[in-house]
């Protein structure tokens, strides 16, 4: 029904085969499924409630599954803040409603998965921290060790506080992600760990149910277009499989453009974009406050470019600034909590209508991948501490009605 394949060079894998990238030329591997094998038909999906198992003959697993119960997360409609960005409709697809508040779950309830049915015994991956506190919390279901590699002193408290009580070796690198990732994929291949970044293509097989889900919770039908951030690249180019795997199957008759966004100071793929590559410089030095996406060199960045070009999509930067302001219309607008890198796709709407990108009568997605508690310290960071007072009701009073006498 399926089997793993190179993007460059079409050779075909086992499916049962450890490997990351292409043996022949190096390039990145992708899951393909033979479509016409798939006997699901839409119907017996209605009704059926959310949840990654829940399109399970389009996911390559074959045990039972490693699962917490990720998936089936909300997607809201915000007319409020469609209003003020000036656009027709727009709904948030929050994934930090997912197990430990990322996408990543998604992944990882495939990815460990995989690890045990390839019969590994250990699981390890770099990570700017959601990944690694996803994979630690799902080796702990999975009754197996987990070393998650950090670039030192750049991963957001809530995620190292994640990994360090799920038990994970937690080991901080004196460099950046992608120092940390050259140094996991060294490892994995001295090693018997399995490696759970997203350059492994069994895990975008299990977020491209993202893409599945929004064309369910729509009545299948797609929105015009979907924006996220990009950081390793690997979500986005999992989503565009999604949603093309759906129409392939008859499921949905489109596919939504692809909107990627990177912060300024770390945007290779839009760099790329913008001079019409397909593929990326990388960046030595990426720096954002966004720093789940401080990323220089995603290793998926060729099939993040496919995805935005195959899909007539668009990929864009946004400043420091504008995704803080962003990640506070959304949550003091809509109620909903984010953190920095996820608040990149309210940021990237805005300046996309705004340019003119984006006409104001379509029906826009954006994705929130990751929770508001993730990030304490860029939280008190721009609305700085709580008001102390003494226990008394005049004090309390003062500081609530500041003008009265
Ligand atoms: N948003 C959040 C909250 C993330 O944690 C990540 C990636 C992304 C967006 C970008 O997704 O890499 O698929 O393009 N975080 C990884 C990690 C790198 O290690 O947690 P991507």
Known sequence: ???????????????????????????????????????????????????????????????????????????YKCDRLAELIGIKELYVKHEGMNPTGSFKDRGMTVGVSKAIELGMKAVA????????????????????????????????????????????????????????????????????????????????????TIGYEIADQLGWSSPDRVILPVGNAGNITAIFKGFTEFKDLGFIDRVPKMIGIQAEGSSPVVEAFRAKKNDIVPESNPETIATAIRIGNPVNAVKA?????????????????????????????????????????????KKLVDTGVIDRDERVVCITTGHLLKDPEEVVGICGEPIEVEANIEALKKVIFPDLP
């Not at 894998?13 to 022949?24: A, D, H, L, P, Q």
């Not at 949840?51 to 909300?74: F, N």
């Not at 949550?331 to 940021?347: D, K, L, N, Q």
């Open 1 to 75: 029904m399926y089997h793993v394949k190179c993007i460059k060079c079409n050779t075909e894998f086992e499916r049962n085969e450890v490997i990351y990238t292409c043996k022949k030329c190096g390039g990145l591997l992708v899951v393909e499924y033979d479509l016409s094998k798939i006997k699901l038909k839409r119907e017996e999906l209605d009704g059926v409630p959310l949840s990654v198992w829940k399109y399970r003959a389009l996911i390559p697993v074959e045990i039972d599954p490693i699962s917490l119960k990720e998936g089936g997360t909300p997607l």
């Open 125 to 208: 991956c770099a990570s700017t921290g959601n990944t690694s506190a996803s994979l630690s919390a799902y080796a702990s279901k999975a009754k197996i060790p987990a070393v998650v590699l950090l670039p030192a002193g750049k991963v957001a408290l809530g995620k190292v506080a994640q990994a360090l009580m799920h038990g994970a070796k937690v080991i901080g690198i004196k460099g950046n992600f992608d120092d940390a990732l050259r140094l996991v994929r060294e490892f994995c291949a001295e090693e018997e760990f399995y490696l759970l970044n997203s350059i492994n293509p069994f895990r975008l097989e299990g977020q491209k």
């Open 305 to 349: 470019l496919n995805a935005i070009y195959d899909s007539g999509g668009f990929a864009d930067t946004v400043t420091d600034d504008e995704i803080v302001q962003a990640q506070k219309d959304l949550a003091r607008i809509e109620g909903i909590g984010v953190e920095p890198a996820s608040a990149t796709s309210i940021a990237g709407l």
